[in-house]
């Protein structure tokens, strides 16, 4: 099993649809959990930090199961700008990250 | 602030060839990394450093070598290059107080070894 899973997609979802990703994580000693977005060609930027509580940012809202091991990522009223490619993070120890292969979402028109 | 940049953009070089990237930041962040990016395998990590003087190996090492001399500098070379280490190398930077654990990436290296 790799340590963190991603369906690699393409979601091809209509303007103002709601989508959601998720990711499973092997190590359940994993304290960290984030999501990042990925351009075509650029550098990940950070999207969002996953809480255990569940966060809420705006039209994104991630989750995190720990029983399950698996993190979501929900994104309602999708926008064109929102197509990219979703990138799960999980810590792997301190200060140590490992990188799903990433979702690729395309929001059409 | 230029945040984190890369040196150069693109390279080729031939099979057997050396060369260095370079990564600066100004960001004064402690810990610093170097990632490569396939397709279908994500982003796998070189090697970091969690300060200036100090190194350490990640998952995919061989055939790399670091240095941090500066602290706001990291530096990725490459002996002998291989086709295999054809790639986009993104180098990251995090600072483990006060700002979380974000990671700041720069625009990234394309390389081509032919």
């Known amino acids: 099993r790799k340590e963190v899973e991603q369906d690699p997609g393409p979601f091809n979802v209509p303007e103002g649809a709601t989508v959601a990703f998720n990711c499973t994580y092997s190590n359940s000693a994993s304290q960290s959990f984030f999501w990042y977005r990925q351009d075509c060609r650029k550098e990940p930027k950070l999207l969002m930090s996953?809480?255990?509580s569940g966060n809420e940012d705006g039209r994104f809202t991630a989750q995190l199961n720990r029983a399950s091991q698996y993190i979501s990522l929900l994104i309602r009223d999708s926008k064109l700008s929102d197509s990219a490619t979703y990138l799960c993070?999980?810590?792997?120890?301190?200060?140590?990250?490992?990188f799903g292969t990433g979702t690729r979402l395309k929001v059409l028109a | 602030n230029a945040g984190v940049t890369q040196t150069p953009k693109f390279r080729v070089l031939k099979t057997g060839q050396s060369m260095t990237l370079l990564c600066a930041q100004d960001?004064?962040?402690?810990?610093m990394y170097w990632y490569r990016q396939d397709p279908g395998m994500g982003l796998r990590l070189i090697h970091y450093s969690v300060g200036e003087g100090t190194t350490a190996k990640g998952e995919v090492p061989d055939g790399y070598n670091v240095s941090r001399l500066k602290k706001q500098n990291f530096l990725l070379g490459l002996e002998s290059a291989a086709p295999s280490q054809t790639s986009v190398y993104f180098c990251a930077t995090v600072h483990p107080t006060g700002e979380g654990e974000t990671q700041y990436f720069g625009p990234g290296t394309r390389l081509l070894v032919l």
């Open positions: 993070v999980v810590e792997a120890g301190t200060y140590k990250y490992i």
């Open positions: 996953v809480y255990s």
């Open positions: 960001m004064n962040h402690e810990y």
